[in-house]
């Protein structure tokens, strides 16, 4: 059983940066994809971004394409997300996702999600 757990949201200014985190344990699969969707109050859950875990491979949403990084660090079996430029509809629960095959639609793990606040 693959866990997820998220860190360092928080409160920002509009134009300002933040960097979240998600350390998985558990994991066991070779084809493996990490990634990270938000949802905002009364919206539905929209997805942010995607790295593929062995080649690095990227994948972002329209509206964080250019302003968001995911990057992941093996070692640490953790995947970050860079997020510069902030605005306020920014602000939302972010929550990090994995799943065990990188051509799945669906996503086999999720976590607590990590609350983002952008003030403008």
């Known amino acids: 059983q693959v866990q997820l757990v998220e860190s360092g949201g928080g409160l920002v200014q509009a134009g300002g940066s933040l960097t979240l985190s998600c350390a998985a344990s558990?994991?066991?699969?070779?084809?493996?994809?990490m990634g990270w969707f938000r949802q905002a109050p009364g919206a539905e859950r929209e997805f942010v971004s995607l790295?593929?875990?062995?080649?690095?491979?990227?994948y972002y949403g329209g509206t964080v394409k250019g302003r968001f990084t995911i990057s992941r660090e093996k070692a640490k079996n953790t995947v970050y997300l860079q997020m510069n430029s902030l605005k306020p509809e920014d602000t939302a629960v972010y929550y990090c996702?994995?799943?065990?095959?990188?051509?799945?639609?669906?996503?086999?793990?999720w976590g607590q999600g990590t609350q983002v606040t952008v003030s403008s």
């Open positions: 558990g994991r066991s699969s070779s084809s493996y994809a």
């Open positions: 996702a994995a799943k065990n095959s990188i051509t799945s639609p669906d996503y086999d793990y």
């Open positions: 790295i593929t875990w062995n080649a690095g491979i990227t």
